[in-house]
């Protein structure tokens, strides 16, 4: 029987255990591989699948490659598609992904640090078009900022004296840094895009 907020009978809906692959869901919550791609239940982990929450992937398109990438930003043990923590960087030609692949962030070789919709085109930049600009951090104070090689500040989000930050590329388009409690403290407001 439906009810409450389950997404199907008896799962999803982040009140019962989660659905079985290949099932409808709206959020990872929804899932037993607590993995929702194109709103469906998908595995995770394996060749050719999405990265599991937390845990390392195969390599395959749109997964972790060789878990520590920089593509997806992975650390140690850990695989964090479209993820930049304290001291990570994007130098120009350097980029993340979203974890469903459809969302990009890419410091270009115009020194526009800019986040496009695969196929579809830009959703957000930081405007440092033509300016020098050469890299993205997000710095150990919290900031997630776009510096030339001399240290001319060019963008930023400020956001520093936050604790355990970092900055998410998502699957619904929004790029957004966190403090360490999961509380957002910027975004580039480009939020929900459905897959």
């Known amino acids: 029987m439906l009810n409450g907020s389950e997404i199907l009978a008896d799962c999803g809906g982040g009140t019962c255990s989660g659905c079985a692959d290949g099932t409808s869901c709206a959020q990872p919550v929804d899932c037993e591989s607590a993995t929702c791609v194109g709103n469906a239940c998908v595995a995770c982990g394996g060749a050719a699948q999405p990265c599991c929450p937390g845990e390392a992937c195969d390599a395959a398109p749109y997964t972790c490659a060789a878990n520590t990438s920089t593509m997806w930003g992975g650390t140690g043990s850990e695989c964090n598609c479209g993820v930049l923590r304290a001291g990570q960087r994007l130098d120009i030609g350097d980029d993340r992904w979203s974890c469903d692949g459809r969302f990009q ?91």
């Open 105 to 195: 962030l890419v410091m270009q070789g115009d020194n526009n640090l800019v986040l496009y919709y695969v196929g579809f085109g830009a959703l957000w930049s930081s405007d440092t078009s033509g300016t020098g600009a050469t890299h993205a951090i997000f710095e150990d104070g919290g900031s997630f900022s776009v510096y030339d090689d001399l240290g001319q500040l060019w963008f930023s989000s400020f956001t520093s004296g936050i604790s355990g930050g970092y900055l998410v590329v998502q699957d619904d388009g929004n790029v957004v840094v966190y403090d360490g409690g999961g509380m957002p403290w910027w975004s580039s407001d480009t939020c929900c895009y459905q897959s």
